[in-house]
């Protein structure tokens, strides 16, 4: 199985600040890598897809990169409402598999 | 609004079954792949399967093949989890999702349900 290792495992940062959290795949899942964020009791909510893409309807704040196996998630302006845990997940391969997650708090 | 209704969640002992339902509305259901992940309490996401759009095709994570089974019924616009042999790690919340993709790629995962929790616990 593809093993989806994400940093930092939480993170603490200020309105406004930018905010990077990293996904690492241990195989090459090419540009097939999703960004979700879940807020607390509610299911999650895809933010990017193929790696780089901006859902529809998602604020242009967020934003991915990478391919291969080094894949990136940006806020650009952290904001109240983006008080969540976000996970990285691969579908390259099956099973399809989620990094372990990041809870991003407000400082 | 896409929206999906996930119902046949509750407690069972282990050993027991289950049979979680999806009712899917406002989109055509014969399109798309669909999934179920699922989420034990206070963990992070797991997916357990999917299911082609003709219902030919199934994947599941290795810790659920041989006990549970994903169907669907594009005439009634409905997703299926029949879960078996259930143990004390299959407690979670379970969402369906609906999956978008392309050629042998199918994960995003772009509409979800409000989930339903299975406890297995005696």
């Known amino acids: 199985d593809i093993q989806m290792t994400q940093s930092p495992s939480s993170l603490s940062a200020s309105v406004g600040d930018r905010v990077t959290i990293t996904c690492q795949a241990s195989?090459?899942?090419?540009?097939?890598l999703n960004w979700y964020q879940q807020k607390p009791g509610k299911a999650p909510n895809l933010l990017i897809y193929?790696?780089?893409d901006l859902e529809t309807g998602v604020p242009s704040r967020f934003s991915g990169n990478g391919s291969g196996t080094d894949f990136t998630f940006t806020i650009s302006s952290l904001q109240p409402e983006d008080i969540a845990t976000y996970y990285c997940?691969?579908?390259?391969?099956?099973?399809?598999?989620f990094g372990q997650g990041t809870r991003l708090e407000i400082k | 609004q896409v929206q999906l209704v996930e119902s046949g969640g509750g407690l069972v002992k282990p050993g027991g079954s289950l049979r979680l339902s999806c009712a899917a509305s406002?989109?055509?259901?014969?399109?798309?792949?669909m999934s179920w992940m699922r989420q034990a309490p206070g963990k992070g996401l797991e997916w357990v399967s999917y299911?082609?759009?003709?219902?030919?095709?199934?994947h599941y994570v290795d810790s659920v093949k041989g006990r549970f089974t994903i169907s669907r019924d594009n005439a009634k616009n409905s997703l299926f989890l029949q879960m078996s042999s259930l143990r004390a790690e299959d407690t979670a919340v379970y969402y369906c999702?609906?999956?978008?993709?392309?050629?042998?790629?199918?994960?995003?995962?772009?509409?979800w349900g409000q989930g339903t929790l299975v406890t297995v616990s005696s």
């Open positions: 999702a609906r999956l978008r993709g392309e050629g042998y790629n199918y994960g995003q995962a772009d509409f």
């Open positions: 406002e989109f055509t259901f014969s399109d798309f792949y």
């Open positions: 299911i082609s759009r003709n219902g030919r095709t199934t």
């Open positions: 195989q090459d899942v090419i540009n097939y």
């Open positions: 193929g790696a780089s």
């Open positions: 997940q691969q579908y390259n391969y099956v099973p399809i598999t």
